[in-house]
């Protein structure tokens, strides 16, 4: 079992930033990791991913304007992001992809 805990999130003007940090409780060093969001009333969709040789890929809505990157030192994952946009605002979670474990998700807001 992989214990996640998120952090970073908050309220931020349209065109700001923020870095999303998530914790994992053992070792991620093998492991692909990823960023999901979830907008009121919407699925949850995938933002970025990351694989264990730090191959990345990216939702086309933030492409150019979110990061991905990992510490596999610390167990570590971000997400900077930039450029913010009221349509970046959802709940931000984070997931262990290899094992399939979620954490309990972190708010964004964007106001316009």
């Known amino acids: 079992q992989v214990r996640l805990v998120e952090s970073g999130g908050g309220l931020v003007q349209a065109g700001g930033s923020l870095r999303l940090s998530c914790a994992a409780s053992?070792?991620?060093?093998?492991?692909?990791m990823a960023w999901y969001r979830q907008a009121p009333g919407k699925q949850r969709e995938l933002v970025a991913r990351i694989t264990s040789e730090s191959s990345t890929n990216y939702a086309d809505s933030v492409k150019g304007r979110f990061t991905i990157s990992r510490d596999n030192a610390k167990n570590m994952v971000y997400l900077q992001m930039n450029s913010l946009k009221a349509e970046d605002t959802a709940v931000y979670y984070c997931?262990?992809?290899?094992?399939?474990?979620w954490g309990q998700g972190t708010q964004v807001t964007v106001s316009s």
């Open positions: 053992r070792s991620i060093f093998l492991n692909t």
């Open positions: 997931k262990h992809d290899t094992l399939g474990y």
